[in-house]
């Protein structure tokens, strides 16, 4: 590592020879593969834009020049050349974050994690660079797959639409749609396309064509369309062009010379600027470049030689929803699956296996796929759309107007529900119970166990007039939690011996366990408590509210925001009833919480079952009119 030790900041590239920058891509690749393995993270991104990093940190003066990243993950080799090189603690509490972060540093100015936004963050920040006369530059780099994000292609043609506003937008393309155009001839139309003589030439040379008698302007036509069409043949940029977009490219994502030479021509071309860049997702890394499904887009902790695995886990949520959507569709034919570019990710993998004609990858484009759902529905069929939590909020709209309002039967399954932790804060499935209880005639679920997960997806799909929601958590899945029996449509986890028992406490999902040490540790300080799981956490089941007033309190906790949580619906769902009883709501506060473990995370918001206790044996105290130290109150009860 003896080039990038040195690299502290993006000038010090500047004096690196063109050797010493193929020598630099060597050591970060390695430094890469070495770090990430030990961390997991996304490696196969990153190792794709070493190169691009590289050219443009050394054609633009980051931070003064603004360059963002969509969706970010690929922000690695950013964060090398920008004076952080410590990956110990990568996605660990304390230790860098996997996507860019402004706490981190003045060179990243956005973090949002989510897909195709950064055209929509360039408009706005050339647009603000005009209007305050700054000659800083602007550029968005984009991969090909977020380019399937309606909101990227409603920020071009707002970009498209002002010719002298400067922006430069960079599209990695790692998906190797277009085979490379390298050579003399395309570099050199790419040279005449960006320049302002090439355009003065074109004007006068239509001027005086369409002056010509007769032949002029038929002339002009002809010959303009044989350029048109040489250039599309040449290189795939009548797309853009066609929206009044200059294109450069496709140039050689892994050249330095090549991609330094184009985004200078595109920096010196007074408006907006498509830079074309064909990169090779997991490049150097053998292990990456086998790997069929993704090229290692995300790892976990691997052997760096092998890329294998270093442990192995259980059963995850995912993969119980995976198992028994193949089940379904063996059983039911109207059955058809939906996914945003994350087939593997959401589960839906075996299923396109087993019944590829009923899968439909719409690309990172939650609005389409939930509407798209609808026409499904109202086809006769019954679309179940897998996505993550924290991406259905892209998606609300469609869900609340095209799926609810015309009661369409589509199941949106929720992957990585609550607080996932290490990817941080845009990636926490932490709103999808408080922004969908506003939704009309909407059912959700949220299982407690794999168990669940199968029957509550049954019961989903079962449903043909309404939208329904099953949401579960990300990672391992525990031991199933047994009932003890159903009162209405809960699930009764324990309930103690007591006529009136002191404590109601409503369990939401993969919580159910932590619930269950909860009443654990009050019924060692003399306080009785019943565990119910809702199951369907949307509507309130009407059997809660008798049942609630049977008990002294009511405890809800929940993987979810507490504003206009579940814990809001059912104390709605009380005073509807006429239920007067104390109800106390536990849940994630309303702020965004940085990356480290679920655990991490968990006990600094203090949803944990001693936190929850303590608070508990508190208010049940009060009640009493005793009070309790804090440290008593979960203390375990001595002989």
């Known amino acids: ?68 990243w969509d969706t970010g993950h690929q922000s690695y080799v950013h964060k090398l050349l920008t004076g952080r090189q410590d990956f110990s603690k990568l996605k660990m509490k304390g230790g860098l974050s996997g996507y860019p972060s ?43 797959g977020a380019l399937t994000g309606g909101m990227a292609w409603e920020a071009l043609n707002n970009i498209a639409a002002a010719k002298d ?51 002029g302007k038929p002339l002009y036509e002809t010959l303009h369309g044989a350029k048109k069409g040489l250039k599309d043949f040449i290189a795939p940029q009548g797309m853009f062009e066609d929206l009044g ?3 450069v490219g496709p140039i050689d994502g892994h050249d330095i010379e090549a991609l330094e030479s184009a985004l200078t021509r595109a920096k010196r071309f007074g408006g907006p600027v498509i830079v074309h860049c064909l990169t090779e997702k997991g490049r150097g890394y053998q292990p990456a470049l086998q790997d069929e499904a993704d ?12 890329g294998l695995p270093i442990s192995s886990s259980g059963a995850d949520w995912t993969g119980v929803f995976a198992e028994e959507m193949v089940a379904l569709g063996k059983e039911r034919a109207d059955i058809v699956a939906i996914t945003a570019a994350m087939l593997q990710p959401v589960g839906l993998d075996k299923f396109a296996k087993a019944f590829p004609e009923r899968v439909f990858d719409v690309g990172i484009a939650e609005q389409h796929a939930a509407v798209s ?45 609550g607080v996932t932790g290490t990817d941080g804060a845009s990636h926490n499935g932490m709103w999808d119970m408080s922004i969908l209880q506003v939704v009309p005639g909407l059912r959700l679920a949220a299982p407690r166990d794999a168990d669940q997960v199968r029957a509550q997806l049954r019961e989903a799909v079962e449903v043909t007039d309404a939208p329904t929601v099953v949401r579960f958590s990300k990672g391992a899945v525990g031991p199933a939690v047994p009932a003890l029996r159903r009162v209405g449509g809960m699930d009764v986890l324990r ?34 408590t019943t565990v119910v799981d809702p199951r369907w956490v949307k509507p309130v089941d009407e059997a809660l509210a008798p049942l609630a007033e049977r008990h002294r309190v009511v405890v809800t906790v929940e993987d979810n925001s507490r504003v206009g949580g579940v814990g809001s619906a059912v104390a709605q769902a009380l005073r509807d009833a006429g239920v007067d009883v104390p109800l106390r709501d536990f849940g994630i506060p309303p702020r965004f919480l940085d990356h480290a473990s679920r655990g ?19 208010l049940v105290s009060r009640l009493d009119g005793r009070f309790e130290t804090s440290a008593q109150a979960v203390e375990p009860a001595r002989d």
Not at 175 to 193: F, K, M, V, W
Not at 295 to 306: E, L, N, Q, S, Y
Not at 496 to 525: F, K, N, Q
């Open 1 to 68: 590592m003896a080039l990038l030790t040195r690299i502290r900041g993006p000038r010090d590239l500047d004096r690196l020879s063109p050797e010493q920058l193929d020598q630099l891509a060597d050591e970060i690749r390695t430094f890469l593969v070495d770090a990430v393995s030990k961390t997991g993270g996304h490696l196969g991104p990153n190792l794709g834009v070493v190169e691009l990093t590289i050219a443009l940190h050394r054609v633009f003066d980051s931070p003064k020049d603004k360059v963002l």
């Open 102 to 144: 402004q706490a981190e540093s003045e060179h990243d100015v956005i973090e949002n994690s989510h897909a195709s936004t950064v055209l929509g963050w360039a408009d706005g920040l050339a647009k603000a660079n005009e209007v305050l006369k700054k000659d800083d530059h602007v550029v968005a780099v984009i991969g090909d």
């Open 245 to 247: 977009l200059k294109y």
């Open 165 to 215: 506003r400067p922006l430069v937008i960079v599209v990695n393309d790692n998906e190797r749609s277009y085979a490379p155009t390298i050579g003399g001839l395309a570099n050199h139309l790419a040279t005449l396309r960006t320049t302002d003589g090439y355009e003065r030439f074109l004007a006068r040379g239509k001027d005086i064509l369409e002056r010509t008698p007769v032949v």
């Open 600 to 618: 991490e995370v968990l006990a600094e918001i203090g949803l944990t079952a001693p936190d929850i206790a303590r608070q508990v044996t508190g």
């Open 495 to 528: 309930e103690p011996g007591s006529d009136r028992p002191d404590v109601l406490l409503v369990s939401v999902g993969a919580l159910a366990p932590m619930c269950l040490e909860i009443a654990d540790l009050l019924d060692r300080h003399g306080i009785s």
């Open 373 to 417: 759902a609808a026409g499904l529905a109202t086809g006769g069929l019954h679309p179940v759309f897998a996505v993550y939590a924290t991406f259905l909020n892209r998606a609300f709209d469609q869900v609340l107007m095209d799926v609810a309002l015309h009661k369409c039967g589509v199941t949106f399954v929720l992957d990585r529900a």
């Open 295 to 306: 090229r290692f887009h995300a790892v976990g902790k691997i052997h760096p030689d092998t």
